[in-house]
């Protein structure tokens, strides 16, 4: 392949070195990945991937672009609310590198789509924000033998990994065959998360996903890099591919996309009145608090900071945490 003037300028800084050569950026040049979710950690690692020059990038995103979002989704500007993140951030790649072919797929990943969107790709990007689309971003990436680049964020902690069963690691079912019930873990919607915290963790992704393309390094196979942002830690935890695995393992229990909101416990929870006596609906609540001849006390137990969002007139504040 020849290079024409303006790739051999933009790419000169990759060119020059010997890991990646002329040769290198050619393969990144024909490296097709696939981002799934444009939000916190598909924004760093697709925009760094089209900088890179890698030639075929898909994004998978369903949602709209929310002022929430903006604290750490640069892939999209203040002018992009309420437009589809796709479409956001298929500009956003374009403007950083017009020669990047940009594929969007406005869908949620479901079992029935998942192995059709992903099997044109070389290289998949886990950077979703829930279990179901985790697991079945793992299982359609194991089916398919693709390797799954794993990122995750919550508060101020970070994770990473490469699965790769058919490169001889483990999958994220190795690590965590179940998913934690339905509530356990806030989504960062509830829990928060730093802003920049994405950035760290989604450029470690890219790192990995330029260095599987280029054929370079040391894969963070086998291997979960933990990253704190208070304290200012790496951590390395060694991985192992576990033999019982039910999807990689050597006696595989599953051989197709399951239902994931199933498997994960969500909506299937009782709906019916009395199912959790100790809940209270909020129109209840109301009615109760204007009926002020009952003898009823109440107590706000959020976090100060979800007070601050908004106040209940006329109730006391004492956090959970105290
Ligand atoms: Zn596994």
């Known amino acids: 392949?020849?290079?024409?003037?303006?790739?051999?300028?933009?790419?000169?800084?990759?060119?020059?070195?010997?890991?990646?050569?002329?040769?290198?950026?050619?393969?990144?040049?024909?490296?097709?990945?696939?981002?799934?979710?444009?939000?916190?950690?598909?924004?760093p690692v697709s925009m760094y991937l089209a900088a890179a020059g890698i030639g075929k990038i898909g994004i998978?995103?369903?949602?709209?672009?929310?002022?929430?979002?903006?604290?750490r989704q640069i892939?999209?500007?203040?002018?992009?609310?309420?437009?589809?993140?796709?479409?956001?951030?298929?500009?956003?790649l374009n403007?950083?590198?017009?020669?990047?072919?940009?594929?969007?797929?406005?869908?949620?990943?479901?079992?029935d789509n998942a192995l059709e969107i992903i099997k044109p790709y070389d290289i998949v990007v886990d950077g979703t924000d829930n279990f179901p689309t985790r697991y079945l971003t793992n299982d359609a990436c194991v089916l398919l033998k693709k390797p799954n680049v794993y990122g995750s964020?919550?508060?101020?902690?970070?994770?990473?990994?490469?699965?790769?069963?058919?490169?001889?690691?483990?999958?994220?079912?190795c690590l965590y065959p179940e998913p934690p019930p339905p509530g356990?873990?806030?989504?960062?919607?509830?829990?928060?998360?730093?802003?920049?915290?994405p950035g760290i963790i989604g450029c470690i992704q890219a790192t990995e996903?330029?260095?599987?393309?280029?054929?370079?390094?040391?894969?963070l196979i086998n291997r979960l890099m933990l990253y704190d942002a208070l304290d200012m830690k790496f951590r390395e935890l060694k991985l192992r591919r576990d033999p019982k695995c039910p999807i990689c393992g050597e006696n595989p229990t599953i051989t197709e996309l399951v239902d994931y909101q199933e498997f994960c416990g969500i909506g299937i929870e009782p709906e019916e009145p009395g199912a959790h006596p100790d809940e209270v609906s909020v129109r209840d609540l109301k009615v109760a608090m204007d009926d002020v001849g009952k003898d009823?006390?109440?107590?706000?137990?959020?976090?100060?900071?979800?007070v601050e969002i908004a106040r209940i007139h006329g109730v006391p504040v004492i956090d959970l945490g105290e």
Not at 95 to 111: C, D, Y
Not at 296 to 306: I, Q
């Open 1 to 43: 392949m020849m290079f024409s003037e303006e790739q051999i300028n933009r790419y000169a800084r990759h060119i020059i070195l010997p890991e990646v050569g002329g040769k290198g950026q050619e393969k990144l040049l024909d490296a097709r990945v696939l981002v799934i979710g444009a939000g916190g950690l598909g924004s």
């Open 75 to 92: 892939i999209h500007g203040t002018d992009d609310v309420d437009r589809p993140k796709v479409q956001s951030g298929k500009e956003t």
């Open 296 to 306: 009823t006390a109440f107590l706000d137990v959020r976090e100060y900071d979800e």
């Open 60 to 71: 998978v995103d369903f949602d709209v672009v929310d002022y929430s979002n903006l604290q």
């Open 153 to 173: 964020i919550f508060r101020f902690e970070g994770q990473a990994s490469v699965f790769a069963p058919e490169l001889g690691g483990p999958c994220y079912r």
């Open 184 to 197: 356990m873990v806030p989504s960062c919607a509830e829990g928060g998360v730093l802003g920049v915290l």
């Open 95 to 111: 403007s950083i590198n017009p020669e990047v072919e940009v594929i969007i797929h406005e869908t949620m990943l479901t079992s």
């Open 209 to 219: 996903i330029i260095k599987l393309a280029l054929g370079k390094g040391e894969p």
